[in-house]
C-alpha cells in the first residue's frame, strides 16, 4: 500500500509541476514555448529512442536497414493514403466544386500600383536598423 501511495504522491507533484509551468498567467508566450520545447525535446532527455525491432508487412525484423526502409516507406506514404480513403469516402463530391465560386481567372495580368520616390523614402525610414543581414 505504501508504494501505491508514493507513486500516487509522485504522480499528484508532477501533474502541479506541469500545471504551473504551462500556466499562461504566470508565463509569456514565449516562456511557454520554451517549456514546451524543454518538455518534449529530444536533446533535453537522458535516454534516447531505440527501435530494436519492427513488424513490416506482417514480418518482425531486427535489421536496422530495414527498420529505417521500413519507417521511411510508412512516413513517406501516408498522406497518399489518408488521400486516396479520402477519395473512396468523399465520391459523390466533385473536387472541383469550389470553382463555381471563383471568378473566372485573367491570364497573364498583374497590376502594381505606381510609387514615386518620395514615398520609397518614407517606407525606407521607417525599417528598423539592424534587422538587416548586411549592410
Not at 23 to 51: A, E, G, M, T, Y
Not at 72 to 93: A, M, P, R
Not at 96 to 104: G, I, P, R, V
Not at 113 to 125: H, M, T
Request: with cysteine; charged share 25%.
Amino acid at each position: 500500500m505504501l508504494i501505491q501511495d508514493i507513486k500516487r504522491c509522485i504522480t499528484e507533484l508532477q501533474d502541479n509541476h506541469y500545471r504551473q509551468m504551462f500556466d499562461i498567467r504566470n508565463n509569456s508566450v514565449k516562456k511557454l514555448w520554451n517549456n514546451l520545447n524543454i518538455v518534449c525535446s529530444f536533446k533535453h532527455r537522458k535516454s534516447k529512442i531505440n527501435i530494436s525491432n519492427l513488424v513490416i508487412n506482417g514480418c518482425k525484423t531486427k535489421d536496422n536497414l530495414e527498420i529505417c526502409n521500413g519507417l521511411n516507406d510508412y512516413f513517406s506514404t501516408v498522406g497518399k493514403k489518408l488521400v486516396d480513403e479520402l477519395e473512396c469516402i468523399n465520391t459523390s463530391v466533385d473536387p472541383n466544386e469550389f470553382k463555381q465560386y471563383c471568378d473566372k481567372p485573367v491570364k497573364n495580368s498583374v497590376f502594381v500600383q505606381p510609387v514615386n520616390a518620395s514615398e520609397l523614402l518614407q517606407l525606407i525610414a521607417k525599417l528598423q536598423n539592424g534587422k538587416s543581414s548586411g549592410i
